[in-house]
């Protein structure tokens, strides 16, 4: 098994002819992802890199059965993007632009809230499961099929959690980049409950930073479970708020929440806390 998206997967591309869409879009579907649809309103009807072109997703959905959208659409066409996706019956939506307004990105919570959906991003390298799907721009050849769960919410540091799982000859089951956004669409504890659902997924790695209050609610969330998967976390960010990090949330509580508190209420719930990403080599190996 898997979370999220699997070889079941039927994903409509929205904004597919673009220059970066077009690349990446080729990239998944060369990795067995199946892209049934492309959304152009100028090129409806035809087709482009062998996948049918609609008018809109609610086409797309009706003549394709598509369930979960890729958006490559500019930042400021996002929020229409969505709200196009949600009306059309899509449950998964995952958005790669990056720089969406604020004020968008609260009105896009309340949509997706209200249709019951999962929106992974703004600002998301995406997700994957290893050889059944991918909606996103993960680099080529990383990802091996295995039992390690990844959320994080740094693009960089997933793509080294990746290669620190296949050097512990371990793989993922499914790897999520929640956003590296200030607002991401989905939170730690979403994903934190679909992994311990997850019969294929043995261990989790969360990669958290400063900002927001997403580690303390994975925290509790993990802290209230029973039969807990091994949950391995890695937290980035400096201490030295002299300077500037630009996270609002650090900036109101004027630095109450440090890196090292949110260490220790994860220690505190009996997750794995790493000091550097070097050290998750070492803990995988002990894993497994």
Do not use: W
Not at 35 to 61: C, N, Q, R, W, Y
Not at 80 to 92: D, F, H, R, S, Y
Not at 97 to 106: N, Q, R, S, T
Not at 143 to 165: D, H, M, P, Q
């Amino acid at each position: 098994m898997s979370i999220l998206v699997n070889s079941s997967t039927r994903v409509v591309i929205q904004g597919i002819t673009g220059l970066q869409a077009s690349f990446h879009t080729k990239r998944i579907i060369d990795s067995g992802t199946k892209v049934v649809a492309g959304v152009s309103t100028h090129s409806a009807g035809d087709f482009h890199l062998g996948v049918p072109l609609f008018a809109s997703v609610s086409e797309a959905v009706e003549k394709t059965n598509a369930n979960a959208s890729l958006l490559f659409v500019p930042a400021k066409n996002v929020k229409a993007a969505v709200k196009e996706a949600l009306e059309a019956g899509i449950k998964l939506i995952v958005s790669i632009a990056y720089g969406v307004p604020i004020l968008d990105v609260l009105e896009i919570h309340k949509m997706v809230k209200a249709h019951q959906a999962i929106l992974i991003g703004p600002n998301t390298p995406g997700v994957i499961t290893p050889k059944e799907a991918c909606l996103g721009v993960f680099p080529d050849n990383i990802n091996k099929k295995g039992n390690i769960g990844i959320v994080s919410r740094s693009s960089t540091l997933t793509y080294e959690a990746i290669i620190e799982t296949n050097r512990a000859g371990l793989g993922q089951s499914t790897v999520i980049g929640i956003g590296d956004d200030m607002i991401a669409g989905c939170h730690f504890d979403e994903i934190l409950n679909l992994f311990h659902k997850d019969e294929q997924t043995k261990a989790i790695i969360l990669i958290g930073g400063l900002g927001g209050a997403y580690e303390e609610q994975a925290a509790a969330y993990y802290g209230s479970i029973q039969n807990k998967k091994p949950l391995i976390v890695y937290i980035t960010g400096f201490e030295n708020f002299e300077d500037d990090m630009g996270y609002a949330s650090d900036i109101i509580t004027h630095g109450k929440v440090t890196v090292e508190d949110k260490k220790r209420i994860f220690r505190d719930v009996g997750a794995l806390v790493i000091e550097s990403i070097d050290d998750l080599h070492q803990i995988l190996e002990k894993i497994k």
